[in-house]
């Protein structure tokens, strides 16, 4: 739940409870359109909740409650707005890694 929602943030721990309690209802909704091999299969749901939280850890590391972060700032500055805004910076540019 926190991972998903957003690690030290009090907003990002009841997003991602939000977000698990939602879960389970979406996948049985989603049972209906998926193959009957699929959608009886006993562990669809442990994997659905492992694929969701890999995905989060891996492309969005703040959770939820970053993401909402970025749009909120988005629609701040929404005239203003460029493109690499909010793309990770590195630590260090190539150049200085080859001295």
Request: proline share 5%.
């Amino acid at each position: 739940m926190v991972v998903i929602g957003g690690l030290g943030s009090i907003h990002g721990a009841f997003l991602g409870a939000i977000f698990l309690i939602g879960l389970p209802q979406a996948i049985g909704a989603l049972k209906d359109f998926l193959p009957e091999s699929v959608g009886q299969a006993p562990g669809l749901k442990a994997v659905v909740y492992g694929a969701v939280l890999i995905a989060f850890v891996l492309f969005e590391p703040l959770g939820l409650y970053g993401r909402w972060l970025k749009v909120r700032t988005y629609l701040q500055l929404f005239p203003f707005y460029r493109k690499g805004l909010f793309k990770r910076q590195k630590s260090f540019l190539k150049s200085d890694r080859l001295k």
